[in-house]
């Protein structure tokens, strides 16, 4: 498999005409990727007037006190109540706050990762942001180990631990939950009613073990003002995936960007199969027409950036 490296030609390219498949014609031309430091600065400053990731990354303590109710953000009618747990964990200041860094990897979930060697690579960028507890240990080699940000959506209790119906799933969360060794554990927590149960299990776990974590439970506001940013842009998403969400914080501290595992399709450049996450079963009709997300549009927007210069994505090899 080759990088796809693109530099913003005339040539129409695979996302383009298809969302759902690339075919063996389709193949970008490979040509050297530079940074567009104009374009990221302004893109920087124009999501700047939607949501401020410094602010928005985390409610903080005090927004908020025990007993206070919110209405779930996707659930208007549904509500919950601040436990005293989510209010201990709640951060006293932004764990952005004044934060910048050089280069900034932000790590998907496709099986794109599987035998690409990027491991080394993401490690060596100054901040490793990463989706939904995704294991790392077996797969160092390809996804790299460094996390400084890791996102758990409270889905993932169930997907991948089996909502800790016994010791050993429970053990099992709590040894990648010690794994993470003070970085920061990214939790929307006021989402969906269905993860009531589920963040506060894993809030129990962490402040009874004391798990060297630093907890981030975005602001309501977060995922509107992100839709938001890209609608106006004309990038019709239905609700932003995780990963275009950590793109669009990332922005506001992060220099260069570099994304990996970005691949929605079921079938790489020379349409041999892709799995849709590198660690589990899970299979692709999660991004059907029901699923919430429009994963394939917002590949399309961050590759128009990737041809701009404003990011750089890695769908290949790493060298
Ligand atoms: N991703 C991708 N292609 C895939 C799988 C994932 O581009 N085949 C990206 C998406 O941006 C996704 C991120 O990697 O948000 C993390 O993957 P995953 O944990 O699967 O996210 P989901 O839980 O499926 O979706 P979300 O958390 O966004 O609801």
Redesign the pocket.
Do not use: K, R, V
């Given at each position: 498999r080759a990088e796809m490296v693109i530099n913003g030609s005339s040539s129409p390219t695979v996302a383009d005409r298809s969302n759902e498949s690339i075919k063996h014609h389709d193949r970008p031309v490979p040509s050297k990727w530079r940074h567009n430091q104009t374009l990221s600065l302004k893109i920087r400053k124009h999501i700047l007037k939607f949501l401020d990731a410094e602010k928005d990354i985390s409610v903080l303590k005090g927004t908020l006190k025990p007993g206070d109710i919110i209405h779930y953000v996707f659930d208007r009618d549904s509500t919950m109540n601040v436990s005293q747990n989510l209010y201990a964990l709640l951060p006293r200041t932004s764990p952005l706050k004044g934060k910048h860094f050089r280069t900034c990897a932000i790590v998907?979930?496709?099986?794109i990762l599987l035998n690409s060697s990027c491991g080394q690579e993401i490690d060596a960028h100054s901040f490793v942001i990463r989706?939904?507890l995704?294991p790392v240990q077996e797969y160092t080699r390809d996804v790299g180990s460094k996390t400084d940000l890791v996102t758990m959506?409270p889905s993932v209790i169930q997907r991948a631990f089996e909502d800790l119906v016994n010791d050993t799933w429970r053990e099992k969360l709590l040894q990648r939950l010690h794994s993470l060794n003070g970085s920061i554990l990214w939790i929307p927590a006021f989402m969906a009613k269905g993860g009531k149960e589920r963040v506060e299990w894993v809030n129990e776990l962490i402040l009874k073990h004391h798990i060297n974590v630093r907890t981030a439970y975005p602001s309501l506001r977060l995922l509107h003002a992100v839709r938001g940013y890209w609608l106006t842009n004309k990038v019709y998403i239905k609700r932003p995936?995780?990963?275009?969400l950590m793109y669009t914080l990332a922005t506001r501290f992060c220099n260069r960007i570099y994304l990996y595992?970005?691949?929605?399709f079921p079938r790489d450049q020379d349409q041999n199969p892709v799995k849709?996450?590198y660690y589990d079963s899970l299979k692709y009709g999660?991004t059907s027409q029901t699923s919430p997300?429009t994963?394939p549009l917002?590949?399309k927007a961050l590759k128009t950036l990737h041809q701009q210069g404003a990011l750089k994505l890695t769908v290949g090899q790493c060298e």
């Open positions: 998907g979930n496709s099986g989706c939904n995704a959506n995936t995780t990963g275009l595992g970005f691949w929605p849709y996450h999660y997300h994963m917002e590949f």
